[in-house]
């Protein structure tokens, strides 16, 4: 089974985030960057498929030169070798333009399975997998709690709905599905992988050189902090004047206690 | 402007967040003088279509079909395609749900155009709609804007808007056209089967007046203890944001937030939550929301009424004394 799965960099969690001027992005010169969170239950997900069925794992990104070391944290995992994606201004791409970008890098790939994450933790589209997967011709299933092959060519899968429902549903092999965030528990990189990492491949590829119309749906003009709507009353003090204070105000002001 | 609100319901029955996006669609068709129309897709689901009809709407567009009594992501986008193709909408507003999620930015690359998704909220600036949408997990957000000719699709997050500002229709129900849709069986490759929920929910978080829920920051299962003794203190229940049940350090039955439950308590104590929409659309209705957390630009002091920023392993200890000793004394 040969499966790729996409895996982007996004600005550290803890990452003091300043805007850059213009206000179309964030400054990237003074944090630090990390693999989306979500991405890594994909991977996950990728890598015991591969275990169980046998095939290989292709680790799919787009973005500046940072993003290698997203890709070689996946092979450090145990994907077999990466594909980059290779744009410096991704973040002006809408939806559309970054799914049909990495559609034109890894169409002739062939993969059965696409795997992506729910979403991202920069930009939070959501949208990747299911335009891949209408861009490629494929189908497509999101929100997947498990992966079950029935055979070569059909496979059962569970997918989270609302407020605590759940539903199988059956696909086609090759289709693309975008994986629920607490479906396994990532694994972390092993030494030995790290160092087998450093032998597997990288393809760059300039995102330029796919001839993606240039054509934006939509276009960001401008980001901000948003401003609050509530006002906070901020207690401050010793953590022992803090619970005086707090359960002062929780009793006589909010009256909730 | 020409409008379509899409509704959701499954088996049936209403997905509520319909209501707050057709207040959204409802504000946007008076301030860009456009006509409104309500969709409702499925099978048998002409009482529905009736229902919102009494709505301030032009028209129902009832689509119905064999095909979508189930839901898949291929009968609904050829569906919607079809009726879009016919209809030519300038705008076409969906709620942000999963379902929705899950086809409409297929339906959207299906015609060549694009989806701003997850709309907290719009404007309506010299002639110019712009919608309001969350990026770095709240941290931030972004005015963004449709480029190029429509359709153009929008979401709007649970929440965003309020769904008992909805309009009443004034001079009676408004009518429901039947639209015929073209669909086989076999365009449809996904084969949906049963529904189920997981186990029986052994809590009811929504009926809890109070509720200690805890993120991340607890950094590890054996520090639950510590929640767990002021929530006893507070006479509340304890919850988590998903990461935690992610973990299987509380079952997923303690969950706050769109995948987990949504509760409005008299108070809720969000002890190292961050705050990512995810969690805030389930719990930004309780009365008194007090945070802890160590980041003072947590997105979770947006919706706080008090904050506190600091350690919760020293503040939440001597919270708890605190709540005992006024218990005692």
Known sequence: MKIGVCVKQVPAKDAPLSIATPAHWIRESDIGFETNEPDAFALEEALRLKEKHGGEVVAISMGPERVKQTIKEALAKGADRGIHVVDDKFYELDPLGSARSIAAAIQNEKFDLLLTGLQSDDQGFGQTGVLLAEILGLPHATIIMQIELLDGQRMKLKRELEAGWFQWVELPVPAVLSIQSGINKPRYATLKGIMAAKKREITSVQRASLNVPPALTQKVQKIYVPSRTKKTEFITGSPKEIAAKLVEKLKHEARVL | ?329
Not at chain 2, 19 to 24: D, K, P, Q, R, V
Not at chain 2, 41 to 49: D, E, F, H, R, T
Not at chain 2, 162 to 177: E, T
């Open chain 2, 1 to 329: 402007m020409k409008i379509l609100l899409i509704s959701e319901q499954r088996e049936g029955k209403w997905n509520k967040t319909s209501f707050e996006t057709l207040t959204a669609a409802q504000k946007i068709a008076q301030q860009t003088s456009g006509a409104l129309s309500g969709v409702v897709i499925g099978k048998g689901v002409a009482s529905l279509a009736s229902e919102l009809a009494k709505y301030q709407l032009e028209q129902i567009f009832l689509v119905e079909h064999d095909l979508l009594e189930h839901y898949t992501p291929d009968g609904f986008t050829i569906a919607l395609k079809q009726l879009v193709e016919a209809e030519k909408p300038d705008l076409i507003l969906f709620p942000h749900t999963y379902q929705v999620r899950d086809f409409a930015p297929k339906l959207a690359a299906s015609l060549g155009k694009g989806m701003i998704g997850d709309c907290v909220d719009y404007h309506h600036e010299n002639n110019q709609l712009v919608f309001v949408r969350q990026m770095f997990q709240g941290r931030t957000v972004a005015d963004v804007v449709f480029e190029g000719s429509g359709p153009w699709i929008a979401t709007f997050q649970a929440g965003a808007f309020r769904a008992d500002q909805v309009a009443q229709r004034q001079g009676g129900d408004a009518p429901v056209k039947n639209f015929t849709v073209n669909l086989q069986a076999d365009q449809i490759r996904t084969k949906p089967l049963e529904l189920f929920r997981e186990a029986k929910q052994a809590v009811d978080l929504t009926q809890a007046a109070r509720l200690v829920s805890i993120g991340r920051g607890i950094k590890a299962p054996e520090n639950i203890a510590i929640a767990e003794k002021l929530a006893k203190a507070l006479d509340a229940e304890i919850a988590a944001s998903r990461p935690i049940c992610d973990e299987g350090w509380l079952p997923m039955e303690r969950q706050i937030g769109s995948s987990g439950q949504t509760v409005a308590p008299k108070l809720y104590l969000a002890l190292g939550i961050s705050g990512a929409i995810q969690h805030v659309v389930g719990m930004k209705g309780s009365r008194t929301i007090v945070a802890i957390n160590k980041d003072q630009n947590a997105p979770i002091f947006e919706v706080a009424d008090y904050g506190v920023v600091g350690d919760l392993f020293e503040i939440v200890p001597a919270l708890t004394e605190e709540l005992e000793k006024s218990k005692t004394g």
